[in-house]
Structures are given as C-alpha cells and as structure tokens.
C-alpha cells in the first residue's frame, strides 16, 4: 500500500524553464509534508516543507503547492539549473507537533535531468 | 560531528551471515532514526530512537532486525541471518528535538547511507 506516490519516475528539462515534480498521498492523517533532494552517493538532503494548513510556501527559486481536496502536492523550481539533476523524494509525515514527526513515509522518487 | 556519518559505505556479505551498521549522529541531537531504502523505491522507516530508547521499532521487518543506542548518541543496527533480501541502503538520520515542530533545524539530517549487498 503505497500511501505516498510520485508516478513520473522521471523528468528532463532545459535549463532555465520550469521543472515541475508531482506527488500524490492517500493518507487523510499527514499533517506535514517535505521535499528532499538527493544526490549520488549522498544521502537525502532537505529542500523545502509545508504544513498542511498552508497551500503554498516559497524559497528562492523552489516553490511547494499543496491541494488537500485533491490529497496533491507540487515542487516547482524556476528558473531550473543543471546543478538542480537530482533525485527528488516527496515525504510526509503523520504528526508535525508530536514525537512522531521523523516517522516519515517517502515517495518512490523521480530523477530530474535539467539539459544546459 | 558536522554531519550524520554511516559507516561502512559498503558492506557484501554472505547469506545467513551477521552484520552490524553504525551511525554517529550529529552533535547535540536528540532523536535518531533508520531508514531502509531500496533499488528504485524511497527511503523505508524502520526505527526511532529518543535518547537511548527506541520510541518506534513498528518498521523493522522482522526479529532478525535490531538496534541500539546505549549512551544516546552513536547508534548500531544490527541484522542477523542476513537474506538476499536485505540488500538495500541503510540510510540514518537524526534530528534535535525528536518532537515537533517539525521545521527549521528540527528537520531530519541523513547521512550518506550503508550499501548492504547480501550474495
């Protein structure tokens, strides 16, 4: 039962449009949901939240949507920069406040190629 | 230290075999967690720790999985009989807190990983 779904296993983008990374959940209990970038070799690195009382939150160039109704979650990076290729995890997590909030549920991930 | 270390990087074992993974979280923080991540899937919960105790075993697989952290810092994971299966990356992180709010620092740094290959 996969509670946390990323159904494009892949994207390529030109550098400097928009890269757009999808994520879809089925658990109406997630509370807070994070981005994390990860690279070869290296482990997870975080990239930006959002709390599921909100529905957008920004950072430089990574934007995060958030659709309860639709149980959807959107990264968007623009402009896109080759440093961006990367793999790219949605996660979610069942209690923000509480002591639970590390326990985590990742999507499968997808690797974003962004072409110079 | 600066960061979450995993050692080893790489561990190839034979089936049935035993293995130990070790984690050094990073200074100060309270709350230790393993994650399993396998060939083309996200990274899988297996347990919490806060402080010495483990808070949340529920994702470890089966009783040939066990972890410790004795003093609260460095954590080992221990997995006996080890089958095909188990072949993943071991991936821990740690947090400051172990409680929310879940922001700021308080969100999982991971380290590198174990790669475990069972033959």
């Known amino acids: 039962d996969q509670q946390v779904k990323q159904n494009s296993p892949s994207l390529s983008v030109q550098e400097g449009r928009i890269s757009i990374l999808n994520c879809d959940y089925t658990?109406?209990?997630?509370?807070?949901f994070l981005w994390y970038k990860k690279y070869p070799a290296e482990g997870p690195t975080f990239l930006i939240s959002?709390?599921?009382?909100?529905d957008k939150n920004e950072d430089g160039r990574f934007t995060v949507f958030l659709n309860k109704s639709a149980k959807h979650l959107s990264l968007h990076i623009v402009p896109s920069q080759p440093g961006d290729s990367a793999v790219y995890f949605c996660?979610?997590?069942?209690?923000?406040?509480?002591?639970?909030?590390?326990?985590?549920?990742f999507g499968q991930g997808t690797i974003l190629t962004v072409h110079p | 230290g600066a960061g979450v270390s995993q050692t080893p990087s790489n561990k190839v074992t034979e089936k049935g075999k035993y293995v130990e993974l070790r984690c050094d979280p990073i200074?100060?923080?309270?709350?230790l967690y393993w994650y399993r991540q396998s060939l083309g899937q996200g990274p899988e919960f297996l347990i919490y720790?806060?402080?010495?105790?483990?808070?949340?075993d529920s994702g470890l697989p089966n009783d040939r999985f066990f972890a410790v952290r004795p003093e609260g810092s460095v954590s080992t994971l221990k997995i006996q009989r080890t089958e095909r299966g188990d072949s993943a990356v071991y991936l821990c992180?740690?947090?400051?807190?172990?409680?929310?709010?879940?922001?700021?620092?308080?969100?999982?740094?991971f380290g590198a990983g174990s790669r475990l290959t069972v033959l």
């Open positions: 992180a740690s947090s400051l807190l172990g409680r929310g709010p879940i922001s700021g620092a308080n969100v999982l740094t």
């Open positions: 658990n109406s209990m997630f509370d807070y």
């Open positions: 959002i709390s599921s009382i909100k």
């Open positions: 996660a979610a997590s069942p209690d923000a406040g509480g002591t639970s909030y590390g326990k985590l549920t």
């Open positions: 200074s100060g923080h309270t709350a």
């Open positions: 720790f806060q402080g010495t105790g483990a808070a949340d």
